[in-house]
C-alpha cells in the first residue's frame, strides 16, 4: 500500500473521530523511521482513547499492519506507529508542553488537514 493510501486512511479516522487541528509533518528527508507524522488534539483523554482505537480498526480494516500503540489512558498522549506514518494524539496541554510541530516542523513541510 502507498503511503498516499496509509495517509488518506489516518486522516480519514482521525476527522471522523472528531480528532481537532490536525497536522501532517512530512519528514522523510529528516527521518530514518517515517515518512509521515501527524499530530492531532484530543479534547479529553477517553476521546484521545477512542480515537486511537478507531484509528486501529480503520487501519486493520484496510490490511495495514499496526506497529504498536503506546501510550495511557490517563497520560494524555496516544501514540499510533503505522510504520511510514507515526500519529500522535494529544491533549492541547500535552500538545502545548511537548511541541512536536517545533521540533519537527522548523526541517518538514506542514500541511494542516482541518
Same mark, same amino acid.
Given at each position: 500500500?502507498?503511503?498516499?493510501?496509509?495517509?488518506?486512511?489516518?486522516?480519514?479516522?482521525?476527522?471522523?473521530?472528531?480528532?481537532e487541528n490536525i497536522l501532517c509533518l512530512n519528514v522523510e528527508e529528516i527521518s530514518s523511521f517515517a515518512d509521515e507524522i501527524i499530530?492531532?488534539?484530543?479534547?479529553?483523554?477517553?476521546h484521545a482513547a477512542s480515537v486511537s482505537q478507531k484509528l486501529v480498526e480503520h487501519l486493520k480494516q484496510n490490511? !495495514?499492519?499496526? /506497529?504498536?500503540?503506546?501510550?495511557?489512558?490517563?497520560?494524555?498522549?496516544?501514540l499510533v506507529d503505522c #510504520?511510514?506514518? !507515526?500519529?500522535? /494524539?494529544m491533549k492541547?496541554?500535552?500538545r502545548d508542553f511537548y511541541d512536536?510541530?517545533?521540533?519537527? #516542523?522548523e526541517n518538514s513541510?506542514?500541511?494542516k488537514l482541518n
Open positions: 500500500m502507498s503511503n498516499k493510501s496509509l495517509s488518506q486512511i489516518c486522516n480519514f479516522s482521525l476527522n471522523e473521530s472528531k480528532a499530530i492531532v488534539t484530543a479534547n479529553s483523554s477517553r490490511n !495495514i499492519n499496526v /506497529i504498536g500503540v503506546e501510550g495511557e489512558l490517563d497520560s494524555g498522549w496516544i #510504520g511510514d506514518i !507515526i500519529v500522535n /494524539i492541547q496541554d500535552q512536536l510541530e517545533g521540533l519537527w #516542523g513541510l506542514l500541511k
